[in-house]
């Protein structure tokens, strides 16, 4: 048994080893083992860091003095040394010490609080705005104001980071399920506006380094603000339980210095010209599938796989009776609408052309053989 003990003690040692070794701290993101928060990136992840330890302070002075009186009290006062219980009389000074005090400590810790929370809450004077919309299972990002308006995109995890995760045994990884395709960008030293809401549940949109979290409600308007004081890329999750998929809804936010921001503005400026997509063109069918590959490739191999296999809950693609079927409208309609309770999310914020082509091309692809064509006029008057 002794020998049993020692080897398992002994593999036991060389397996947190080898796990302690196997992912490092995430720049921006979490850390190995973190118990504290994460490194601030901004002046008011700062000042909530200093809060919270100030707090921490005077909690622990208070317990420390409270049931340090109370145990001293019990042993040096207790029976068994022959003391006897006895009605004291309470002076004014100590009715007017526990009400005082109190007071006191309370409004200590209110003012740097209250300080905090109003510094939080001062969107104003932002030098950019962004709304942020969260949807099962990814964000929206369009930059409504200030440099880059105009832009917008959406923003889903990496399809290499859940194919490590349907895999079952997913590598050591530092970024993993953080890692996004289209990450937020912003430039260093810039008061940045979020404007937060939702199409579908509650989200939440939280970058701890930023010191940040911002419930995206369905029907309302929330915000709330940054100032990143270095580049790099930072990381946060969904902090809201939105659906079976809420694991997979990271928030990928990459802070450039001024110049590369807005080299970033004009080749993004550039792509929106060259992708603006007339409703009305009617399209061949070979330009539609190459259309479709990209937009399948970056909305849609997460779940359903670049085979169009799918697994476990989400249905295959290739070989489904609704891609098969004679109505094309019924595969619109699933697009547009959604289906299965949410499983299958609403692809309404994809545009005409986009639908029109991944459609198209799931219906010509893999064993898939239709010949069926989609045009975007088709998805238009789906839409009314």
């Not at 080898?18 to 700062?46: C, M, R, S, W, Y």
């Not at 440099?147 to 399809?159: A, K």
């Not at 009617?282 to 296999?309: E, F, S, T």
Request: charged share 20%.
């Amino acid at each position: 048994m002794r020998a049993t003990a020692s080897a398992w003690v002994l593999g036991s040692a060389v397996w947190v080893t080898e796990a302690a070794h196997a992912v490092n701290d995430l720049p921006g993101g979490p850390a190995v083992n973190q118990l504290n928060f994460a490194p601030p990136a901004t002046k008011i992840a700062e000042e909530q860091h200093w809060l919270h330890w100030f707090m921490m302070a005077i909690c622990t002075v208070i317990f420390v003095l409270v049931f340090g009186v109370m145990f001293y009290s019990i042993l040096k006062h207790r029976k068994s040394l022959g003391h006897k219980a006895q009605e004291l009389p309470e002076p004014i000074w100590v009715e007017l010490g526990w009400t005082i005090v109190p007071l006191l400590i309370v409004i200590g810790m209110a003012l740097p609080a209250t300080k905090v929370l109003v510094a939080q809450k001062d969107t104003t004077n932002s030098d950019l705005t962004i709304k942020v919309t969260g949807m099962q299972w990814k964000w929206g990002y369009d930059y409504i104001k200030g440099e880059g308006e105009g832009i917008g995109f959406l923003s889903t995890l990496d399809v290499a980071q859940r194919e490590m995760s349907n895999s079952g045994k997913p590598p050591a990884t530092d970024d993993y399920l953080l890692k996004v395709d289209h990450p937020l960008i912003v430039p260093v030293g810039k008061k940045i506006r979020l404007i937060t809401t939702a199409n579908d549940v509650i989200h939440s949109f939280m970058v701890p380094a930023f010191g940040i979290k911002q419930d995206a409600i369905p029907g309302f308007v929330r915000d709330t603000w940054f100032r990143a004081e270095k580049t790099g890329d930072f990381y946060g999750q969904c902090a809201e339980l939105c659906g079976k998929e809420h694991a997979y809804m990271p928030i990928q936010v990459r802070v450039l210095s001024a110049e590369d921001y807005t080299k970033w503005v004009e080749g993004e400026k550039k792509k929106l010209a060259a992708a603006a997509d007339d409703p009305a063109k009617v399209w061949n069918q070979a330009d539609l599938i190459k259309r479709g590959a990209a937009v399948y490739a970056a909305n849609c191999a997460a779940c359903h796989q670049p085979n169009g296999k799918g697994g476990g809950p989400i249905k295959p693609l290739d070989g489904s009776p609704v891609v098969l079927d004679a109505d094309k409208l019924k595969q619109v309609a699933v697009l547009l609408n959604g289906q299965n309770n949410g499983a299958m999310p609403s692809w309404k914020q994809l545009s005409d052309t986009e639908i029109a082509a991944v459609i198209t091309y799931t219906k010509n692809n893999w064993s898939n053989k239709t010949e069926q064509i989609v045009q975007p006029a088709d998805v238009v008057a789906a839409r009314k």
